[in-house]
């Protein structure tokens, strides 16, 4: 298994290019999200899909559209970059949606993470 | 929202005991705990939720305190690959979203 993985892991943009970072899981996990993670910080939460054919926006949604292709592929699209979305970009996934996670059970694993940079 | 994590860096030598707080103001379905090393991925180490007990993960347990929305990681006989930065990742109830926090560095020297 590989787990989750993203491509691209590197990423130069110009101010106004559009990107569309991918995101793969074979977990058979119904859930999956994208994270930021800006230098020194914590994990925010941008969009999230709890199952195939749902999505949801999280923390911080602006400048960002996602699709969930099938249940296995989850893309995140900057239509128009801007400096302020330099960061690194994760992908995790996870079995269970939130407010349905058990005892017991694990919760997100994580890609190895694109990182973006908007001139 | 974001949950309030403490000591933000402790340095250990090996052998010592550690536990770093995560704190909510609001109220929490769950509470989960990851170890990213630099560079990398968060690692997923374990979740709690509410009207749960303790947990525990090798020498890393874990407990949560509904009525004060509060959370701690013990790490005992700290190892130096337990090195990174951990953060709590909260499920404030009803929301259906997780919203980290800002993390706690921890170094294990030789």
């Given at each position: 298994n590989?787990?989750?993985?993203q ?8 101010t ?34 709890a ?14 559209n ?19 979305q ?15 996670a ?12 694109t990182?973006?940079?908007v001139? | ?6 000591p933000?860096a ?5 052998g010592?005991d550690?536990?770093?707080?995560c704190s ?17 991925a ?69």
């Open positions: 590989a787990g989750v993985t491509t691209p892991k590197f990423q130069v943009l110009k106004g290019q559009s990107m569309t970072l991918q995101c793969a899981q074979d977990m058979n996990h119904n859930s999956m999200y994208w994270y930021r993670q800006d230098p020194g910080m914590g994990l925010r939460l941008i969009y999230y899909s199952s195939e054919g749902t999505t949801d926006k999280g923390e911080v949604p602006n400048g960002y996602v699709s969930r292709l099938n249940k296995r592929e989850f893309s995140l699209r900057l239509e128009s970059a801007a400096p302020s330099t960061s690194v970009y994760f992908c995790a996934s996870s079995e269970f949606a939130p407010g349905q058990e005892v017991g059970t694990d919760t997100q694993y994580f890609g190895p993470g990182r973006l940079t001139l | 929202q974001q949950p309030v994590q403490s933000q402790v340095i250990l030598r090996e010592e550690a536990v770093i707080n909510s103001s609001k109220a929490l379905y769950s509470v989960h705990w990851y170890r990213q090393k630099h560079g990398e968060p690692v997923f180490l374990m979740i709690l939720l509410k009207g749960g007990e303790q947990k525990g993960h090798e020498k890393i347990s874990a407990s949560f305190n509904e009525k004060k929305q509060q959370s701690s990681l013990y790490l005992t006989a700290s190892q130096l690959s337990y090195s990174g930065t951990y953060f709590c990742g909260t499920e404030i109830s009803g929301t259906y979203k997780y919203i980290f926090g800002t993390g706690t560095r921890l170094k294990v020297l030789a």
